[in-house]
């Protein structure tokens, strides 16, 4: 059974610094990894897809890489800003779309103007 | 085009009442995914549907059912209802292929008093 795990937990830094959201799953045998950012009480966005056969996707200031040999993923938000401050959350697909995805539990980001 | 919308946002419901919950997918995706987020267990995957049928279904009680319509528009159902059903539902909607990309809706708000 899959399991994801997201560290820290929360994180609150500085306005404009560099940061780096972890991920760690326990099977490699997924076929796509997905970032997404939740506001309070809000749905999810999604941010970044990487297929399993990828190594990283940029989107504007956030990089996404993925190492499927370790079992790990990493968000990299650039220059960070208070409109980023929300709870960010990993996503594996381990099934092809019909068993869902597995979830970690988030990092809850604050970002102090 | 029109992102995933779900009724109601909002939902007080007693214990023992039966609750409907209704999640409208991106034009032209065939599957829609449901999820429970609560605070003590995360994001967790219902069941998915893709053309009307459904194709896998989570580790949940059989109080929680779904369909899904010829239109991809899906509904959810929740019979005899307990406190601990109290969550953010969740619909994704997804063209249904391998590897495709998750789309969320905003969500509907069930308290269960």
């Known amino acids: 059974k899959q399991e994801v795990t997201q560290i820290p937990a929360a994180l609150s830094v500085p306005e404009g610094e560099n940061l780096v959201l972890n991920c760690s799953f326990t099977?490699?045998?997924?076929?796509?990894l997905q970032w997404f950012r939740q506001d309070p009480g809000k749905g999810l966005t999604s941010l970044l897809l990487?297929?399993?056969?990828?190594r990283e996707q940029t989107s504007g200031r956030l990089n996404a890489s993925l190492d499927k040999s370790s079992g790990r993923s990493t968000l990299y938000i650039a220059a960070s800003q208070p409109g980023d401050s929300a709870t960010y959350l990993c996503?594996?697909?381990?099934?092809?779309?019909?068993?869902?995805?597995?979830f970690g539990k988030g990092t809850h980001l604050i970002i102090q103007p | 085009k029109a992102g995933v919308t779900q009724t109601p946002r909002y939902l007080i419901k007693t214990r023992g009442q039966q609750v409907t919950l209704s999640c409208s997918p991106i034009?032209?995706?065939?599957?829609v995914s449901w999820y429970q987020q609560t605070p003590g267990q995360g994001l967790q995957f219902l069941f998915e549907?893709?053309?009307?049928?459904?194709?896998n279904k989570g580790n949940f009680p059989g109080r929680f059912s779904g369909r899904q319509f010829s239109n991809s528009r899906s509904e959810m159902n929740v019979s005899t209802l307990e406190l601990g059903d109290s969550a953010l539902y969740l619909c994704?909607?997804?063209?249904?292929?391998?590897?495709?990309?998750?789309?969320f809706g905003p969500g509907t708000r069930l308290t269960v008093t």
């Open positions: 990487i297929q399993s056969s990828q």
């Open positions: 996503a594996l697909d381990s099934g092809g779309g019909a068993d869902g995805l597995t």
């Open positions: 034009s032209g995706h065939r599957s």
């Open positions: 994704a909607s997804s063209s249904g292929q391998v590897k495709s990309e998750q789309y």
């Open positions: 549907y893709f053309s009307e049928t459904q194709r």
């Open positions: 099977d490699s045998a997924i076929y796509n």
